[in-house]
């Protein structure tokens, strides 16, 4: 554990979209701007963040340091408001490499408090009128659960309030539905899909939702033609079929992207899915949903030869690499790890003559084009510049 300190400086971080997922990416502005505090311990450096209002991100990265200045682990966490919290970690491979491994490939989901079950998206069209408790005014949650474009699950919440029955005019057919509005948290949907109404059916199938408008259904859900399953067709042509047998539902996607097992009362027990193209497969274990992306490894990445490691933290030091004479060059592996993406970006950093205040100057040039020109005295870093979209001030 490391304890702040009152002299722990503040730090000003602009960092650029590129080093960040795509699922967020959306969300932020060509260049970031959060604040920061470093907290130093004797091996162990940390970031917490110091938001300064209420749009902007969280962090808290925590890495270890080596004597001579090098990191072999570390973890940090991100997340911008109405986005999952992202995350991602590095440890050292047994053949000196650098294990990277970010949030949302592997790992359990728990639900939220007070959550009725954890529903996967493409679920919900078949589950959410029953697993819901009717009639009840109160707001009810579920722990929702989604694919990113890319492989990648992201968890949150979703909130439902029961407003009213009415009838609901789909192409085929007038329904009576039951009205329900909702909310969401930390799913990462479009701003102008976060919160709004969705319609369930007789059988407690979704049939309309602006959460998902691409899932409108045609009609309600009914028996198939010839057989005891039930059937949803959707206005973009998929359907999704639910068949029961003696242990509880069988689900299915039109297109066989996903296929899952329920319990009687509609709860996730299992399922895969290759909605990605990359399969997925997650199980109930009685507490947590315990999930993976089998076919996809960490990353490695292999640290230059007679270079290091360093985390974007380790350059808020006095000295990155300690030691460095004036004009002396290493190869380094800089590692942000706060982005809540595997980045690893290789480069140089060169020890230049002292500044006419006498503070220490570095230069940083990192693959891709990025140059960055760092200043630092006895406290830490004074200021990073470069000619892209990082930049680093110290505020006190």
Same mark, same amino acid.
């Given at each position: ?20 997922? #795509? ?9 970031? +701007? ?46 911008? =408001? ?39 998206? #493409? ?13 009840? =005014? ?148 009685? +507490? ?64 230049? =003559?002292?500044? =006419? ?27 990073? +510049? ?11």
């Amino acid at each position: 554990m490391i304890l702040r300190r009152d002299d722990d400086p503040a730090f000003q971080l602009t960092l650029p979209r590129a080093w960040f997922r #795509s699922s967020t990416q959306t969300r932020l502005p060509e260049r970031l +701007t959060t604040t920061v505090e470093l907290v130093r311990g004797s091996v162990v450096l940390r970031l917490l963040g110091m938001p300064q209002k209420p749009d902007e991100p969280t962090l808290d990265f925590s890495g270890r340091i080596q004597a001579m200045g090098g990191v072999d682990q570390g973890q940090g966490r991100f997340r911008v =408001p109405g986005s999952a919290a992202e995350s991602v970690e590095v440890s050292q491979a047994l053949d000196g490499s650098l294990q990277l491994q970010r949030s949302g490939l592997r790992g359990a989901v728990t639900p939220t408090k007070n959550s009725l079950g954890v529903v996967h998206e #493409s679920l919900l069209w078949f589950g959410l009128g029953r697993l819901l408790r009717r009639g009840t =005014p109160a707001e009810q949650t579920l722990t929702l659960l989604r694919e990113e474009a890319t492989p990648g699950l992201l968890s949150g919440t979703l909130f439902l309030t029961e407003e009213r029955e009415e009838p609901l005019k789909l192409r085929d057919e007038v329904v009576m539905a039951r009205r329900l509005r909702y909310r969401t948290l930390e799913l990462g949907y479009p701003k102008e899909r976060e919160r709004g109404a969705l319609w369930i059916g007789p059988q407690g199938e979704v049939l309309k939702s602006e959460l998902l408008p691409q899932q409108t259904a045609v009609a309600a859900m009914a028996l198939e033609k010839g057989s005891p399953a039930f059937v949803l067709k959707a206005l973009d042509g998929a359907s999704y079929r639910a068949e029961q047998g003696i242990s509880g539902w069988s689900v299915t996607h039109s297109a066989g992207n996903l296929e899952a097992e329920l319990d009687f009362e509609r709860r996730l027990r299992r399922l895969t899915s290759r909605l990605t193209g990359t399969s997925l497969s997650a199980e109930w274990d009685g +507490t947590a949903l315990r999930y993976a992306y089998p076919s996809l490894l960490p990353k490695f990445a292999d640290i230059p030869d007679g270079g290091i490691a360093l985390f974007l933290a380790s350059l808020l030091l006095s000295e990155p690499i300690p030691g460095l004479k004036i004009g002396e060059k290493r190869p380094v592996l800089l590692l942000p790890l706060i982005t809540g993406e595997d980045t690893a970006l290789s480069g140089e950093l060169t020890r230049l =003559p002292d500044t =006419p205040k006498k503070t220490r100057s570095y230069r940083l040039t990192l693959d891709g084009g990025t140059v960055a020109e760092l200043e630092s005295d006895s406290l830490g870093l004074v200021r990073l +510049t470069s000619n892209g979209a990082l930049a680093i001030t110290r505020k006190n």
